[in-house]
């Protein structure tokens, strides 16, 4: 057996502390596949831009940047990784150098092991991500609003591009590996395992502290969205202090309660209790950091997601206009009243062809000296009644602040209007009227106009004399126009027809809610894409660290349980206190994570008039069932070996 076969076969001795390791590099060879794979599709650029290139050079930054981050937090979860694995081998290393090894031969040793792991990481992870490509591409497609798809294509270059950064990637970190195992003495290497612990200490000021600075994050966060305080510095002010918070209770407060229930007689010698809370003392305060960076990196995917998700919604594309048609008319072309009725009539015959329930409202706005646009009470209460929302009654002098858009929709909420009179004057400037504001309403009913008022009748036709700019908007409300792209596709064509082409000024203008709403959902598609693929391998990294922690003192655990178990403990005794500790290892930082993302959340859902929980459960369930297979799995597998080994 020559050097390289015994490098060889340490990995394949090793192959329970390694699995982890190979599995999450495999997986994040698999995410940084998918970008490639996205990014070099030779129809992606043709079917996500929709008439702009923006989108699709926004799509492709995106991967590209994507690819980096994912590299990047590859290289630091691989050397931390490599690190665990070393101080878990240092006896075995002290042995190796005893028995006449150099250190430039075990550094070789090392070397051969990481490349071997990583040559077969990268070919398990191309291998299935092309295996699954159709299926990424269906779901990616989904997400970006390509109707027709996209195809498979055979992805020579992406594969190139993944298995070269990944060969160097692992080139460099086995190179690091060097750089680990200079330290320490023989007999320091040896004896490694034998050295005890320090009993674990906790302070009360930093175990008050944590709270009281997740307490202020929280405040900070909340009160950004909900007094809309637009501050950056607040904002990120808050997400410093969680953070900061989140560390001290995982390093202070998590051993504070820990000591605590060591001092409270009936709880602490209650049946397996004593070993359950004596060994969580020493692992909340080993893996303090670890959970702490768990909680972190989790909350920041799950928040990423859920954003990204939330952006995506059709809601937020209602929000901003309700209406799933909207036709303009101007008046400066005779032919205005003949296109005008004709394309009505189209729209309403293709919609009632087609099955799509709806209603019909129109206005005509004014505008004053100030450039103030004045709408009559009577048409505002058609759209309002198309639209489900009350009725509203006006005297002649009164007027209604009507939001136009999201912030100032959410200003006139918070604020109300800033006063309770608003001077007018007509067009021509010679006459003026002092309106009486009487509120401001809380929907958005006509979008994208600069301060518009709600008059009476009377009042509309008095500003309304001499003013020659008349132009008509028709207002069309569709349940489901989310369904409508092929319906606005025939429209468009129809209204925009050849007979219109020759034309100097077209006097009339026609848009279509749904695609303004395809080509956010392609923008916000690739942040999903981006955010969703980072999450996981957040969320695996993470994963892998508490696999790590949990075997690198499998070797300490086996020594205690065996002593432990010669005095009577029993198969089930075993199995219930190792259960209570892997519990608080995989789930307290899900935990914390899930209470960190729900504060994001609830702060979203004051900037959104949609709800947004069904996306927070989806995510926080579908995480939440990935942690508890994972979870299952690894209880398995770590009591098998505890009781091959102890009982």
């Known amino acids: 057996m020559n050097f390289r076969q015994f490098a060889f076969n340490n990995v394949l001795r090793n192959k329970r502390t390694y699995v982890a390791h190979f599995l999450s590099s495999a997986f994040s060879v698999i995410i940084f596949f998918t970008y ?12 996500i831009v929709s008439g702009s290139t923006t989108l699709s050079v926004l799509g492709t930054m995106g991967m590209k940047i994507s690819q980096v981050i994912v590299f990047v937090f590859s290289f630091l979860f691989l050397l931390y990784s490599v690190s665990a694995f070393i101080k878990l081998r240092k006896k075995e290393f002290g042995i190796l150098l005893l028995l006449g090894m150099s250190r430039k031969q075990l550094n070789r040793m090392l070397f051969i092991e990481n490349i071997v792991i990583g040559i077969f990481a990268i070919i398990t992870g191309i291998l299935v991500g092309v295996v699954f490509s159709k299926l990424i591409l269906l779901i990616c497609a989904t997400l970006l609003a390509v109707e027709h798809g996209l195809p498979f294509y055979l992805p020579g270059k992406a594969i190139l591009i993944t298995a070269a950064a990944y060969f160097i990637l692992f080139v460099i970190v086995a190179a690091f590996t060097s750089y680990l195992t200079k330290k320490g003495t023989l007999s320091d290497l040896i004896k490694a395992e034998d050295k005890p612990k320090p009993e674990p200490k906790a302070s009360v000021l930093f175990s008050l502290l944590s709270v009281l600075l997740i307490g202020l994050g929280y405040a900070c966060v909340l009160l950004f969205v909900i007094r809309r305080i637009l501050s950056f510095t607040l904002l990120f002010g808050g997400v410093v202090l969680v953070i900061i918070g989140t560390y001290f209770l995982f390093t202070q407060l998590s051993v504070y309660v820990m000591r605590a229930l060591k001092k409270r ?10 070993l359950t809370i004596s060994e969580l003392v020493y692992r909340m305060k080993d893996n303090a950091v670890m959970f702490f960076m ?16 939330a952006i995506g919604d059709p809601g937020l594309a209602a929000m901003i206009n309700p209406y799933a048609f909207s036709y ?12 005008e009725q004709k394309h009505i009539r189209l729209i309403e015959q293709t919609l009632k062809r087609e099955g799509f329930a709806y209603q019909m409202a129109s206005y005509t706005p004014t505008h004053t000296k100030e450039g103030f646009t004045l709408v009559k009470l009577s048409e505002y209460n058609r759209l309002a009644a198309a639209l489900g929302y009350d009725r509203e009654t006006l005297q002649n002098g009164e007027t209604l602040a009507a939001p136009s858009t999201i912030s100032q929709n959410s200003k006139y909420k918070l604020e109300g209007t800033a006063t309770d009179t608003v001077k007018m004057a007509h067009f021509e400037g010679n006459q003026e009227m002092t309106m009486h504001i009487k509120k401001a309403l809380p929907h958005i009913v006509i979008p994208d106009a600069f301060k518009i008022y709600i008059v009476t009748d009377s009042d509309y036709d008095t500003f309304n004399a001499g003013n020659l700019m008349k132009v008509k908007y028709v207002e069309f409300v569709v349940p489901k126009w ?14 925009y027809s050849s007979d219109t082409q020759s034309l100097q000024f077209v006097p009339f203008q026609f848009s279509a809610l749904v695609t303004q709403w395809v080509e956010s959902r392609q923008t916000n598609g690739m942040l999903l894409i981006v955010s969703g693929l980072i999450g996981i391998v957040f969320f695996t990294f993470a994963a892998s660290f508490i696999y790590f922690r949990l075997y690198a003192d499998l070797s300490r655990d086996e020594e205690q349980y065996r002593m432990i178990s010669k005095v009577g403990l029993s198969r089930k005794e075993l ?11 995989f789930f307290l930082p899900l935990l914390i994570a899930f209470i960190h993302s729900s504060v994001a959340f609830v702060a979203l859902q004051q900037l959104v008039d949609f709800s947004i929980y069904t996306h927070t459960l989806s995510i926080f369930a579908t995480f939440l069932a990935i942690q508890v297979i994972y979870f299952l799995g690894t209880r398995w597998r770590y009591l098998n070996h505890l009781y091959q080994k102890v009982l």
């Open 36 to 47: 490639s794979l996205l990014a070099f599709h030779p129809d992606l650029r043709g079917s």
């Open 294 to 309: 768990v909680s972190v990196i989790s909350a920041t995917a799950f928040t990423g997601i859920g954003t990204s998700l």
């Open 575 to 585: 199995a219930k206190a190792v259960t209570r500790q892997l519990v608080l290892m």
């Open 482 to 495: 989310h369904d409508t792209r092929a319906v606005t596709r025939e429209l468009t064509a129809a209204i």
């Open 328 to 339: 303009i008319s101007f008046n400066e072309s005779d032919q205005k009243n003949s296109f």
């Open 265 to 274: 007689p009936h709880v602490f010698f209650n049946r397996t209790n004593l």
